[in-house]
């Protein structure tokens, strides 16, 4: 069955304290590896996407990476405003159709 | 331009009794897609719809529907409630089919059932 997972369920950090979020999947036939952000009280908001083992993308303090197995979101010297629900997404082919199959998502907390 | 709009925000119900949630997607996106999601299982995708078709289906029971009209709109049904279907419904939209690096989400509508 394919699944994702996320960890750690929930993160705090100081302002300017760098981390990583893991996202974990297994899954057949893996077509991309979503990542998105959630504020309380709205729906996620795409941030990126990665399609192949050893890529990376970067936004501002965010970097996303990925392995076989694995995706990592680094924070760099977090602010507050990247308070929020980290969510990733494997995009899989299945029953004749792409589904994103999601992860329960990572709530980060960053203190000034 | 004005984003999916999902409306109610907030809905309380109780068991045995039915919902309609509605959807209004981005002018010009042509594909709505339902998520449900909860606080231990996350999002899990529901249905998508593009041209009033229903294109793709999840793992959920006949309880759940959906239809999409001429303009786009999206309503999703649930019938006979269930404790467990409290959740935040999600919906999304593209503007074709499938696009998931394009996918726009509303805020979602907060179902509880008592």
């Known amino acids: 069955e394919d699944q994702v997972t996320q960890s750690p369920e929930a993160l705090r950090l100081q302002e300017g304290e760098s981390s990583s979020l893991n996202c974990s999947y297994t899954?057949?036939?893996?077509?991309?590896l979503f990542w998105y952000r959630q504020d309380p009280g709205k729906g996620p908001e795409f941030l990126f996407t990665?399609?192949?083992a050893g890529e990376e993308k970067e936004k501002e303090r965010l970097k996303a990476t990925l392995t076989k197995k694995e995706s990592f979101l680094h924070i760099t010297a977090p602010k507050p405003e990247d308070s929020a629900t980290y969510l990733c997404?494997?995009?899989?082919?299945?029953?004749?159709?792409?589904?994103?199959?999601f992860g329960a998502g990572t709530r980060l907390a960053v203190h000034p | 331009k004005a984003g999916v709009t999902q409306t109610p925000r907030y809905l309380i119900k109780t068991r045995g009794q039915q919902v309609t949630l509605s959807c209004s997607p981005i002018?010009?996106?042509?594909?709505v897609s339902w998520y449900q999601q909860t606080p231990g299982q996350g999002l899990q995708f529901l249905f998508e719809y593009f041209s009033e078709t229903q294109r793709n289906k999840g793992n959920f029971p006949g309880r759940f529907s959906g239809r999409q009209f001429s303009n786009s709109r999206s309503e999703m049904n649930v019938s006979t409630l269930e404790l467990g279907d409290s959740a935040l419904y999600l919906c999304?939209?593209?503007?074709?089919?499938?696009?998931?690096?394009?996918?726009?989400f509303g805020s979602g509508t907060q179902l509880s059932v008592l």
């Open positions: 997404a494997a995009l899989v082919f299945s029953g004749g159709y792409n589904k994103l199959i």
């Open positions: 999304a939209s593209s503007a074709l089919t499938g696009d998931n690096e394009k996918l726009f």
């Open positions: 990665l399609y192949s």
């Open positions: 002018s010009g996106h042509r594909s």
């Open positions: 899954v057949s036939g893996l077509r991309g």
